[in-house]
């Protein structure tokens, strides 16, 4: 399967964006879906995942109540609504399939990453 995100861009702290990523090339209502990101100088890091069918989602503590992961099969998307943004959620953000179930680490696909930058 083919990920390709989208949507980043400059925000100021305190507002909101959405970042979208679009499957292509596989069957996407099999795949648990996460959006990581990396920061300039620090390990890429979980951010949230949701699972096949969208019944479960999880998240990294710091973007708990802030982020929201969605996702629509009809359109093969995933959706990550960042609300409350911080300075310190400026990274790359980048979008990861694997089958079924979330999981903090493992995925066999990933797209090619969106900068979000966040001002303050």
């Known amino acids: 399967v083919q990920l390709q995100a989208f949507g980043g861009g400059l925000v100021q702290a305190g507002g909101s964006l959405r970042i979208s990523c679009a499957a292509s090339g596989g069957t996407f209502s099999i795949y648990a879906m996460g959006w990581f990101r990396q920061a300039p100088g620090k390990e890429r890091e979980f951010v949230s995942a949701?699972?096949?069918?969208?019944?479960?989602?999880g998240y990294t503590d710091s973007v708990k109540g802030r982020f929201t992961i969605s996702r629509d099969n009809a359109k093969n998307t995933v959706y990550l609504q960042m609300n409350s943004v911080k300075p310190e959620d400026t990274a790359v953000y980048y979008c990861?399939?694997?089958?079924?179930?979330?999981?903090?680490?493992?995925?066999?696909?990933w797209g090619q990453g969106t900068q979000v930058t966040v001002s303050s």
């Open positions: 949701i699972s096949s069918k969208g019944a479960i989602t």
């Open positions: 990861a399939a694997r089958p079924y179930y979330i999981d903090r680490y493992q995925y066999d696909y």
